[in-house]
């Protein structure tokens, strides 16, 4: 999808690049080629500045979480069943 988007941006920036040299000039169509290429380096470096400025001002203090467990051994020995041993347990489905 990005290689797709570059292609359009790229598409758009000759034609621009065209129409310019034809109705202005050269000179004028140079520089606003580099004035493009330069705007697609450093605005999206200036947006996610921008970005991460937002987020550390919206983002609370997050304590970590303390993780608390216990050895497998301290379960014991018998093991879970996995199928309920009473019949009034099994949840049925009306047909």
Do not use: C, K, N
Not at 68 to 94: K, Q
């Amino acid at each position: 999808m990005e290689q797709q988007l570059r292609r359009y941006f790229v598409g758009m920036i000759s034609f621009g690049f065209v129409v310019t040299w034809v109705a202005v000039g050269a000179l004028a169509a140079f520089l606003g080629a580099i004035v493009a290429v330069v705007t697609s380096i450093v605005l999206p470096s200036i947006l996610d500045a921008r970005r991460a400025r937002r987020r550390a001002v919206h983002r609370r203090a997050a304590r970590p979480r303390a993780v608390t467990s216990r050895p497998l051994a301290d379960e014991g020995a018998e093991e879970f069943p996995l199928v309920p041993d009473e019949p009034s347990l099994i949840i049925g489905v009306a047909d």
